[in-house]
C-alpha cells in the first residue's frame, strides 16, 4: 500500500475557502487540486506491507492519539516556483512541524523507508498553466493574499492509502490518529 501521513482539514474549513478562492479558482488556465486532496503532508512512507501499517499506526497512535491539537487557518495564497500556487498556514505551526520531525524519525525506528522532503505549513492549492493570463491571475491572487480563514483544530494525524482507479489517483483513510 502506498501511505502517507498528512493533516486533511475539515470540511468546514474547505468549503470557507472554496468561497474565498472562487475568483481565483474561476480563471482560465487555473487548475485547482480537488478539495477532497487538500491536505498538509507531513511524509510519505512508500509501499508498506499490511503489517508494516499496522506497526506504523500504533506507533503513531501511543504517541498522539489524544494530544492537544493545534489550532491553525489557512492564510494566504500565494504563486511560488512551477507555477504552483500555495495555500498558507497560520497559527500553532510549530506543533505541526515538530510532529513533522517526529513521525519520520519513529518510521526510521521501525526500519520504513521514508520521504525526507522538508515539511512547509503549507497546502499545493493549484497551478497555473503557462497559457494563463498574468493579468488575471495577479488580481485574482492579489485579492486573497492576506485572506485569513476562520481557526480549526487540527483533527488528527491521517495515515492515507493511495489508490489508483481507472487511471485516477484518489486517497482513502486508512487510520486516524485522532487528537483532542
Not at 39 to 68: K, M, S, V, W, Y
Not at 89 to 103: C, H, K, T
Amino acid at each position: 500500500m502506498l501511505i502517507r501521513a498528512a493533516l486533511v482539514p475539515p470540511e468546514e474549513a474547505l468549503e470557507e475557502l472554496e468561497v474565498a478562492t472562487r475568483v481565483l479558482r474561476s480563471i482560465p488556465g487555473v487548475v485547482s487540486v480537488s478539495p477532497e486532496q487538500l491536505e498538509i503532508p507531513i511524509t510519505a512512507f512508500g509501499n508498506l506491507q499490511p503489517p508494516d501499517c499496522e506497526r506504523l499506526a500504533g506507533l503513531l497512535r501511543n504517541a498522539f492519539e489524544g494530544a492537544d491539537a493545534p489550532v491553525v487557518w489557512f492564510h494566504g495564497l500565494r504563486l511560488e516556483e512551477g507555477a504552483t500556487i500555495a495555500l498558507g498556514m497560520a497559527g500553532d505551526v510549530e506543533p505541526i512541524a515538530d510532529l513533522a520531525r517526529y513521525v519520520p524519525e519513529a518510521a526510521e525506528k521501525l526500519r520504513l523507508y521514508v520521504d525526507r522532503r522538508r515539511f512547509r505549513p503549507h497546502i499545493r492549492f493549484a497551478t497555473a498553466e503557462p497559457d494563463t493570463s498574468v493579468a488575471l491571475l495577479q488580481s485574482a491572487l492579489g485579492a486573497v493574499a492576506d485572506w485569513s480563514g476562520t481557526p480549526w483544530a487540527v483533527p488528527g494525524l491521517s495515515l492515507l492509502r493511495t489508490r489508483w482507479l481507472q487511471g485516477n489517483k484518489t486517497a482513502e483513510e486508512y487510520d486516524l490518529i485522532a487528537m483532542a
